[in-house]
């Protein structure tokens, strides 16, 4: 636990508010592939922060990170087609409704611990997937909805508002991070992670603060997906729930440093833009140079970049 | 006054019965040992009445209410407390934040950092205040337990075998200790093998064999009657 100070909260907003200029410095429109760049990594951040809070902070390994973004991208989809709701408007819904979905997942699988509780988040993903797949009248099954981009504030849709949209919903999921960090529930979430009997021989209701990782880290992982659908504009089963959002946070966080605010973010920002250009090179070779990153930290560097400082910040 | 009842309890996995009717009244301010061969149900006694495994049958009474269907927290959040045969430290954190944790639950956060300092002295534990508890020798990592179950300020302590791998030396001071714990008022429920300690230490004894009370009252007296002694050496013995 951190000392409870608001000098890294304010470090936070000067980041993001200088860094919410650079469209006006470098232009979206000439460096679209760069905007591009800066988008995915602020979202790989927001999920890897989301996974951390679950996995690192609170020790409950997820596998189902995926179905987490699914169903925060096909509420946004699903309130726009049916409803024609602007897809902004429908964000936030994105985070809330994952949030319900993660109570009645958790419902399920906090009753589990350890391997147990990690393949059970699995195979509920799994199952939501194979529920969107299954009921086209509602959800459009495998052919999928189209998102259609809408201005924000008479803002038109572009890369320079999705970076400064996914730049300030990454620096949200930071701020939880930094606020647990620093509350005492921090211990409790870490102290339930290593020893669960420990803990509730030493009064920690281990349940509630499991439940409380779950749904905040279901709720940035919501607003995750809900910003994936409305930048792809596009969504289908396939993409929404792909297994590509269950492993990249947790490699991300592995490498940046499990358990720590900056770990995360410093994974996604090392890793993510190198990936990218692999991937626009060679399609899949960016999943062989995750792999072969990620072998070399869990053998010479196994706390993650973080790690490498004396204490976790 | 009796801090804990136990009625008819009865606790079996599958087809073993593991503690069979145990009727117990342990008074308040004592220390009650519990011994008894390998498998006699000691552990699993301290497992029920934390809350850990739940009972088959009878009744736990906690200053005379029934806590047989309250959780494992709010049994420590009410007072009755444990420590483990084998360390379950924090391993991951330091000595510090280990006696921290269940203070932060009890008390704002300063007042908790300045009480987890005055345990870490009591407890000899100064020292090795920031250390990490994975670096602790298995005595240190004993005291460490000890630490951490005191800091639940509890009222009724279930102490299971803090003897096990603890060098003499080390022996006296936990005797030392466990006997200032109960001077302070805390009842304690000793489980232990080494015999030396449980006779120097509690006021009351009982000795279970298969789950079952075979002998109870006076730990000298206890210890010299022929069930107890076949129990423990055999027939032969007796």
């Known amino acids: ?267 996604a920002i090392l890793l993510v833009p190198v990936g990218e250009v692999f991937r626009s090179h060679f399609p899949t070779a960016h999943l062989l140079l995750y792999g072969i990153v990620l072998v070399i930290f869990a053998r010479f560097i196994p706390k993650g970049i973080m790690g490498l400082f004396r204490k976790k910040i | 006054m009796n801090i804990l009842e136990t009625k008819g309890l009865t606790k079996s996995f599958g087809g073993v019965v593991a503690v069979s009717d145990l009727n117990l009244s342990i008074r308040e301010g004592i220390i009650f040992g519990v011994v008894g061969p390998n498998g006699a149900g000691k552990t699993t006694l301290i497992n029920v009445i934390t809350g850990v495994e739940k009972i088959t049958k009878g009744n736990i009474l906690f200053k005379g209410r029934d806590i047989a269907k309250v959780p494992t927290f709010k049994r420590s959040l009410e007072g009755i407390t444990r420590t483990f045969q084998i360390p379950q430290c924090f391993t991951g954190f330091t000595v510090f934040e280990n006696i921290l944790i269940p203070l932060l639950l009890r008390m704002p956060r300063r007042e908790a950092e300045r009480e987890t300092e005055r345990i870490a002295e009591r407890m000899f534990l100064k020292d090795d205040l920031y250390k990490q508890a994975q670096m602790l020798s298995v005595g240190r990592l004993k005291l460490l337990e000890l630490a951490k179950a005191y800091a639940t300020s509890p009222k009724l302590l279930l102490v299971d075998e803090p003897m096990g791998g603890v060098s003499l030396n080390m022996m006296d001071s936990l005797i030392n200790l466990i006997r200032n714990l109960r001077d302070e008022g805390i009842t304690i429920l000793l489980v232990e093998h080494v015999m030396k300690v449980v006779v120097a230490l509690a006021d009351e004894l009982v000795v279970l064999n298969f789950g079952k009370e075979i002998a109870l009252g006076a730990p000298k007296d206890v210890m010299s009657r022929k069930e107890v002694i076949e129990a423990y050496l055999g027939d032969e013995y007796a």
């Not at chain 1, 200088?18 to 800066?38: A, M, Q, R, T």
């Not at chain 1, 509780?117 to 909805?145: C, M, N, P, Y």
């Not at chain 1, 620093?182 to 920690?204: H, P, R």
């Open chain 1, 1 to 267: 636990m951190q000392n409870r100070s608001v000098v890294p909260i304010i470090i936070l907003f000067a980041f993001l508010i200088v860094l919410s200029f650079l469209p006006l410095i470098i232009d979206p429109g000439e460096y679209k592939y760069l905007y591009n760049i800066f988008f995915v990594v602020n979202i790989a951040a927001l999920l890897a922060t989301s996974w951390n809070i679950l996995g690192g902070f609170a020790g409950q390994i997820s596998f189902g990170h995926a179905g987490f973004v699914g169903i925060g991208a096909y509420t946004v989809s699903l309130f726009h087609y049916h409803l024609q709701w602007s897809p902004w408007l429908a964000l936030p819904l994105s985070g809330v409704v994952t949030l319900l979905a993660g109570v009645i997942i958790g419902a399920i699988a906090l009753r589990l611990r350890g391997p147990y509780f990690a393949l059970s988040t699995l195979a509920l993903a799994e199952v939501t997937k194979l529920i969107v797949e299954g009921w086209r009248s509602f959800t459009q099954g495998t052919q999928g909805i189209v998102v259609n981009p809408t201005p924000l504030l008479s803002i038109p849709s572009g890369g320079g508002l999705y970076y400064v949209i996914s730049l300030w919903l990454a620096g949200f999921g930071i701020l939880c991070a930094l606020l647990i960090k620093q509350s005492k529930t921090s211990y409790f979430f870490a102290a339930v992670g290593e020893n669960e009997d420990a803990a509730l021989s030493l009064g920690i209701n281990s349940k509630k603060y499991k439940m409380i990782a779950l749904y905040i880290s279901s709720f940035l992982a919501g607003i995750t997906g809900g910003i994936l659908a409305i930048h792809t504009g596009f969504i289908d089963p396939s993409s929404g729930f792909d297994m590509v959002h269950t492993v990249e946070p947790i490699f991300l966080t592995m490498v940046g440093g499990i358990g720590t605010v900056l770990g995360p973010v410093i994974g």
